[in-house]
């Protein structure tokens, strides 16, 4: 224990030399690292192919599901994507160096805010073997050296993709230790990353409700909290009913297995004669699923349930969804308050003076008017990339990219002045 | 001990409440409040005084210390300084609101990135009574309800100074849980406080190391870490040598007593026949004991002891400084490095590239050319006021003002889009 103990220490000393190199590297260099990065990741994808068939045999001999399975799994298309991530990054503009803020004190002293690497980033994160590749390509970008703990079910396909990226960086003249896997494949190893505190300047978990809580709760190295979504859509009185129909059906459906995906439809009394039958059909033509409450029970019965005290925390990510009816906007929003994640929540309303109370009220990370769920990404905001979607208040709030991949230092220029 | 925490709880679900109700204050009610806050502290200037001389009491029957006891002492002079600060407060800017970046998407749909209150703050502090009032202003303002817990040795200073400002917030229509000290004097009280995660957004530790480091290490709820500072100076081989002399010493023996003050001097070698005589004349006529290594030391006696290796970490907050000879500026830069806090380090040069590789290398919060390192204070930084110099990478770092106090959501507003 104590050895693994050393041998993550030793690894986050690495990581850190590495990243005293990267902060100063110019943003052509970068780019650079990154284009060969995918290159290799082409070059290598037959022996990355061949690491991830092993450790899909392993999944399958395990008795993982297939749903699991097929996240897991890498093919010739998928390693191309993952070059083709990186490519992406490339082309996205360097957050180190943008001035934040700056002006001249009174007293003469130029003080300029500047964006800055945070130094070494852990990542945490479950089963998909695209993250490893996604994750060193941010962190490369923003100046960060970055230290990768996948599952052990991926060990095989991480290792082969680690090992073509370090090939690339070496071959650009950065140092192999930019990226690095995280040794040992116990849970043990992953407690020695959360107590790195002083190494390791910020980790951040990807993935289920489960691992998020853990490292949240047991990590003395700072944690940006990412992910568990349970989104409401709230039908207002004053709803254009089509558009709230439209916008319910894709918040649930349109990919039920994201973090994005609506997970409670609330709906005002006033309109719940018309709008619950109509929603409860469309619904259940989709296949969904409603755990109701006892006034949306009287309007069907088609595909509802009675739904739990448990049902309103829910996080379903599956054909299924919540839904009440709610005596007023203020009703639904301490609904939201109570019950929510705080990552996306959105009303429908043709009512200005409803939508302005709701955005004030709501407290999430993205609050929508008139729209689905499902725009909180970083790529649909405009990101260009996101390393996961923060659900706490520190630091960053939301789809987080580049720049969320960074710190600040404050420089302060003069000509000898002292404080009186 | 389960009461404790039952106690501690309910506190912060009052504040969770009364955090809903203030987030939607507009700035011109949250000055109205300051102002009546102000008013309401110089009005209980006999109760608040005759509160602390109890405190005093105690703290010297205890055998306090009398600086420490000088801290805690508050006089007439004192109560109206902590009102006048709730009004400086009330003339600052509002961050709420603040709509951070915006744009529209592709799509049509409207994106906003706007600031809004964290919700609940709790600040864990020393002695000064003083900080109760501060920090409830800034707290007040920047929208957020605050819980408050001083030393058990300041109770009854803080219990009469919260008490007048909670009279001053109900008289103004706020509730009166905007603040609130928590309940308890013992250990387990504060345990409980930074076990609240999900009632408390953030906490904020003032203090000496052992306070700070002890809430990074137990605190579930996210941390901003304060204050530690071990700050230096580099003198380059091309500084000039009386401006060096002159930052040095203001740095060192403005205020010794404070996080941005000095505590160790570096010498670039080419300049140390030259330069380090003149300094340590200097700084021994300002009565400083200089911890040197051999090569400071082979230039002087008088006030000149050998430093050992744990100088080099030391926040002597006294009269003291360590001092070292170093054969290059990146000598220099890994020497800060290695031994700094990150907080607030300085060249002085009269070379643009050495200030360029120096601004480069140095991490921390605040990195200084050419002027003393005592700047580092958002007072001086132009911020209007301060509730701590963040040394960590997350969130904020170097003097957090309101702004700081804020986290950020996103609001995105649309006429019926769905995602494809």
Redesign the interface.
């Known amino acids: 224990m104590s050895t693994d103990r050393d041998a993550v220490r030793e690894t986050a000393c690495r990581a850190r030399t590495a990243a005293?190199d990267l902060?100063?590297r110019s943003r052509a260099d970068k780019d650079a690292a990154l284009h060969a990065m995918a290159s290799g990741l082409e070059a290598a994808a037959p022996t990355i192919i061949a690491a991830n068939a092993g450790d899909v045999e392993r999944a399958r001999d395990g008795g993982t599901s297939e749903a699991i399975i097929d996240r897991l799994r890498l093919d010739e298309k998928r390693v191309h994507a993952m070059a083709d991530g990186l490519r992406d990054v490339a082309a996205l503009t360097d957050p180190v160096g943008e001035v934040v803020r700056g002006?001249t004190?009174p007293n003469g002293?130029e003080?300029r805010?500047v964006r800055?690497p945070?130094?070494v980033v852990g990542i945490i994160y479950e089963a998909r073997p695209n993250v490893t590749a996604d994750a060193a390509g941010l962190c490369l970008k923003s100046g960060n050296a970055v230290l990768l703990r996948g599952s052990s079910s991926a060990r095989g396909s991480n290792e082969a993709i680690v090992a073509a990226l370090r090939n690339a960086l070496v071959s650009k003249g950065f140092p192999a230790d930019s990226v690095q896997l995280v040794p040992g494949d116990s849970h043990e190893s992953v407690k020695h990353l959360m107590r790195a505190?002083g190494l390791v300047?910020?980790l951040i978990p990807r993935g289920g409700a489960t691992l998020i809580r853990s490292v949240?709760?047991e990590s003395?190295v700072?944690?940006?909290e990412t992910g568990v979504g349970n989104c409401h859509v709230y039908v207002d009185s004053a709803a254009?009913l089509d558009?709230a129909i439209?916008?319910l059906?894709?918040?649930k459906t349109?990919r039920p297995s994201v973090c994005n995906a609506a997970e409670t439809f609330l709906v005002h009394a006033d309109i719940a004669d018309t709008f619950v039958p109509r929603a409860l059909a469309a619904l259940a033509g989709a296949g969904v699923t409603v755990h109701g409450d006892e006034r949306i029970r009287s309007y069907g019965k088609d595909h509802v349930v009675p739904a739990t005290p448990e049902d309103w925390g829910t996080e379903y990510l599956s054909l299924d969804i919540a839904g009440a009816v709610v005596d007023s906007l203020d009703d639904a929003c301490r609904h939201i308050?109570t019950h929510g994640s705080g990552h996306t929540d959105a009303i429908v309303t043709g009512s200005q003076q409803a939508?302005r109370r709701f955005?004030?009220?709501v407290?999430?990370?993205?609050?929508?008017?008139?729209?689905?769920t499902?725009?909180?990404d970083g790529g649909?905001?405009?990101f260009g990339a996101e390393i996961g979607i923060s659900t706490?208040?520190?630091?960053a709030?939301?789809p987080m990219g580049l720049p969320e991949l960074t710190?600040?230092?404050?420089?302060?220029?003069?000509?000898?002045?002292?404080?009186a």
């Not at 407290?363 to 689905?372: H, M």
């Not at 706490?392 to 630091?395: I, T, V």
């Not at 710190?407 to 404080?419: C, L």
């Open positions: 005293v902060a100063s002006y004190l002293l003080l805010q800055v945070f130094g505190r300047d910020v949240v709760e003395t700072p944690v940006i254009d558009m439209d916008i059906l894709n918040a349109q308050r939508a955005v004030q009220a407290d999430s990370a993205a609050v929508v008017v008139n729209a689905s499902r725009f909180t649909e905001f405009g706490q208040k520190l630091h709030r939301g710190s600040t230092k404050y420089v302060v220029v003069g000509e000898g002045q002292i404080r």
